[in-house]
């Protein structure tokens, strides 16, 4: 009841501010697409499903792939195999969804109450079209727990982890003079961002940054949507601004910092993961650009998937799989592996500059983002609830030995081949810095995954809309690793991914509504 007063009480507050800020020459509010008044509109035009302000909107995306080195699919979620994957192994055929899009469903509200006042939300979720399963990456990891490393099937982490709107939901007020004001699990600042200035539109088989998340997170891709979050939008003229706060949630577990500990020697702790951001952008003349700030604390890193009795590495999860020296006793853990997860925490400072210039009939693209990591102030213990509220068996407070810092660059242009044709050319890179210490980071000293590295991702793909729902598209994505970020943390130190590259050709259609 108190964070909802105090969210009420924010919201006013912006509210007021920005209405003294406002001035009688702002933008008429976009028009609203008209409502489908017969299938053949419906099937031939952008038309909305909509009745009394209440608009349904989905996606169906699915195709064909084949990738150099891949996992047997998942069928509680599926996002493409493009990008190198830890443990990737084998060449094969997959029948690929979610290429450009999310497959899923949506509602959408925006309802004149009074003249400019609307009331506006949003209920939207993922669905893997192979199972009819909500999108979930957190069950790929607990799906997998345990089992040799050569027997996984596809596994990650990010912020869908089977929620029953495990995209966005909520719910607010927006006005074209005072701007719109938001609450609930919302898209981060970042994430906007991303699906604005990324060339491929966050497409999970053609862009590391739409499928990693790590950019759009501020850090860590479960961080691309904030649950119990205040979200502020205000235009004015070609300028906008955005402001953002996530209120604290979840339970903080228990945390020891002994040499070896137990629950004895556990102490509760409470969850201080409350984070913020800042958007400032403008468009002028065909030129858009964007700064995008985010501060996270308490960002968690699902390492995939825990390990377990039939892993070579260990008979039960110890934190001494990666760089802490710090192991849980006992041979067992405090809290069961079952249905659980094994994370590293840490708190991110997130600094993204990006742009987009239109010169017809091409639209060019760029940006830059850096990614400062530290141990977290307030420690995560053994307990603490991730994404989705799925446990940690695990946890790492102090898996960096130093400041880490990530740096993520991408450019790319779309070209309109006609007015039905796209073809997408782009490019991204990831690296980061020796946080290890000492520092003893080459070939003959074996690397680890606190050691400088890099990641490359180029992808080109055309896409043909044959009607404004419906479009086909083909292409292909290379990518690679190399150092730090080529170690296959959580398997123990020095252990590399399987294969360091990968290419994933792909050919679908989406249908859009």
């Given amino acids: ?16 501010a920005a209405a003294h800020a406002a001035t009688e020459s702002a933008p008429a509010a976009p028009p609203t697409p008209a409502a489908c008044t017969s299938f053949q509109e419906f099937a031939s035009t952008d038309c909305s499903l909509t009745w009394h302000g209440i608009t349904l909107y989905g996606a169906y995306d699915i195709g064909v792939g084949w990738v150099s080195h891949g996992l047997p699919e998942n069928g509680y979620n599926y996002e493409g195999e493009s990008l190198v ?76 982890a089977g929620q029953t709107f495990n995209d966005e939901f909520y719910a607010g007020v927006s006005s074209v003079q005072i701007g719109t004001l938001t609450f609930g699990r919302q898209r981060a600042l970042g994430t906007d961002a991303m699906l604005a200035y990324d060339p ?17 997170g501020g850090g860590d891709t479960e961080d691309t949507r904030w649950d119990e979050a205040v979200k502020y939008r205000l235009m004015l003229g070609p300028v906008h601004f955005g402001a953002m706060y996530k209120f604290s949630d979840g339970q903080g577990g228990c ?4 040499a070896t ?52 590495s260990a008979p039960f999860q110890s934190t001494l799989n990666s760089i802490n020296t710090n192991p849980i006793s006992g041979g067992v853990n405090l809290i069961g592996t079952t249905n659980t997860e094994y994370g590293i925490v840490t708190d991110n400072t997130a600094v993204m500059v990006a742009a987009k210039y239109t010169w017809d009939p091409f639209k060019i693209f760029g940006g830059y ?22 446990l940690l068996s695990g946890v790492e407070d102090n898996n960096l030995d130093s400041t880490k810092i990530v740096q993520v660059a991408w450019t790319g242009v779309k070209w309109a081949f006609d007015s039905q044709t796209d073809i997408t050319v782009s490019y991204y890179r990831e690296w980061q810095n020796d946080f290890r210490l000492p520092p003893a980071c080459s070939v003959a000293a074996g690397f680890r995954a606190s050691c400088s ?19 086909a598209y083909a292409g292909i994505a290379y990518s690679d690793v190399s150092g730090g970020l080529a170690i296959a943390i959580p398997h123990g130190p020095g252990v590399p991914y399987y294969h360091n590259n990968n290419t994933a050709p792909t050919v679908g259609a989406r249908f859009v509504f």
């Avoid at 009841?1 to 007021?16: D, E, N, P, R, T």
């Avoid at 603490?384 to 799925?390: I, N």
């Avoid at 590295?453 to 043909?464: A, C, F, I, M, R």
């Fill in 255 to 258: 945390y020891s910092a002994s």
């Fill in 453 to 471: 590295g890099n990641l490359n991702e180029v992808s080109l793909y055309t896409d043909h809309h044959f009607t404004k729902r419906f479009d």
């Fill in 1 to 16: 009841m108190g964070k909802s007063v105090l969210a009420l009480v924010v919201m006013s507050a912006i509210a007021g």
């Fill in 200 to 216: 491929a539109g966050g497409a999970y088989s053609f862009s590391f940054i739409g499928y990693n998340g790590l950019m759009a």
């Fill in 369 to 390: 983002e850096h990614i400062r990591m530290t141990n977290p102030e307030n420690p995560l213990g053994v307990g603490a609830t991730a994404q989705g509220g799925y």
């Fill in 85 to 160: 994957n830890r443990n990737g192994n084998n060449s094969r055929f997959l029948i690929a969804q979610n290429n450009l899009s999310q497959t899923g469903l949506g509602l959408r509200i925006k309802e004149e109450f009074m003249p400019d006042w609307f009331v506006v939300g949003n209920a939207s979720t993922g669905i893997n079209p192979q199972s009819g399963d909500l999108a979930n990456m957190a069950a790929t990891n607990t799906s997998n727990a345990g089992l040799p490393r050569s027997s996984y099937s596809f596994a990650g982490d990010g912020a869908r």
């Fill in 261 to 312: 500990w137990t629950a004895a020697t556990c102490t509760p702790e409470q969850a201080h993961n409350s984070a913020y951001g800042f958007d400032v952008g403008g468009a002028f003349d065909g030129f858009s650009a964007d700064v995008v700030v985010q501060r996270v604390y308490q960002a968690i890193s699902v390492l995939n998937p825990l390990l377990g009795p039939e892993s070579l």
